[in-house]
């Protein structure tokens, strides 16, 4: 969001910044958005306060609010953050999240961030660390579609740049998401083919990529060897040949993988081997 303000003539652009904490030109703004989440009218001497999502908010923190209610609750939330960067991204982030009375505007809060040049990005389900907007447009769209192959690709992305990064479980649901893609277009018939079933069946032979390639034949041969970047999976327990964990880098390269495999299913990118080639 940063590239679209542009420096005036003859004077440097601000600094670019990937801020992992909250520096401290960042915190009054932040801490202004977090309390306008939770007080329904502050135009009067005892603010209407959204207690519920308050107190909803302290039972995740484990934060004690005995003995406050009104803008007290919220005086206490704030007490606790004190100066501690973590504290005040993990309480944005759940704010984020949880049922509240006022909309959460994240969006506001996203152009905040991105000014500020933190690495961190607010979406309607939370932080997420900051990428390349490209590939947030992919993501965005892929996810659109309302099924379970969406759900996987979410968590997956959770779990790859999300405040407490899994790359295990962003392994794992990107192959739930590529396999539960694939079976629709490779086996229609049989809800319980695995991303090694498919593989095989697309090694047979019997399936064409609708990109032409080098050679022009439109071999599947990319796909499956884009497949076996995903499978198997390092992180398996039952493995007779267990392997170091997953990283935070191979996480976000395997989401990304993910994201793309699923759109081409969708875009009808993989087709029988005797149907028409564009």
Do not use: C
């Not at 923190?61 to 009104?70: K, M, Q, V, Y």
């Not at 995903?230 to 993988?257: C, F, G, I, M, Y």
């Amino acid at each position: 969001m940063t590239t679209q303000v542009t420096a005036r003539e003859g004077r440097p652009a601000p600094l670019d910044g990937a801020h992992e904490g909250v520096p401290d030109y960042l915190r009054h703004p932040l801490t202004r958005w977090l309390e306008n989440a939770y007080i329904i009218r502050p135009d009067t001497l005892t603010p209407d306060m959204d207690e519920d999502g308050l107190e909803r908010l302290a039972a995740l923190l484990r934060i004690d609010l005995r003995g406050t209610d009104g803008y007290g609750m919220l005086s206490a939330i704030l007490a606790w953050i004190g100066n501690d960067n973590e504290r005040l991204l993990d309480v944005l982030h759940y704010t984020l999240q949880i049922p509240t009375r006022m909309a959460k505007r994240w969006n506001e809060l996203e152009i905040l961030l991105a000014y500020g040049g933190s690495m961190w990005a607010a979406t309607g389900k939370g932080l997420t660390r900051r990428v390349h907007a490209t590939a947030m447009e992919a993501f965005d769209t892929v996810i659109a579609v309302p099924n379970n192959v969406s759900d996987h690709l979410a968590l997956a992305w959770t779990g790859a740049y999300g405040r407490r990064p899994h790359p295990a479980s962003a392994w794992h649901h990107s192959i739930k998401a590529v396999e539960a893609n694939l079976r629709t277009v490779i086996f229609p018939r049989d809800p319980t083919a695995t991303l090694a079933q498919i593989i095989d069946e697309l090694k047979a032979g019997r399936w064409r990529l609708q990109v032409r390639g080098q050679a022009r034949d439109y071999a599947i041969d990319p796909l499956v060897q884009m497949l076996e970047l995903l499978w198997p999976d390092p992180n398996r327990h039952d493995s007779a040949t267990p392997e170091q964990p997953a990283t935070k880098q191979e996480a976000a390269a395997v989401v990304q993988l993910a994201v793309a495999l699923v759109q081409w299913a969708r875009d009808g990118q993989i087709v029988k081997a005797d149907s028409d080639l564009l």
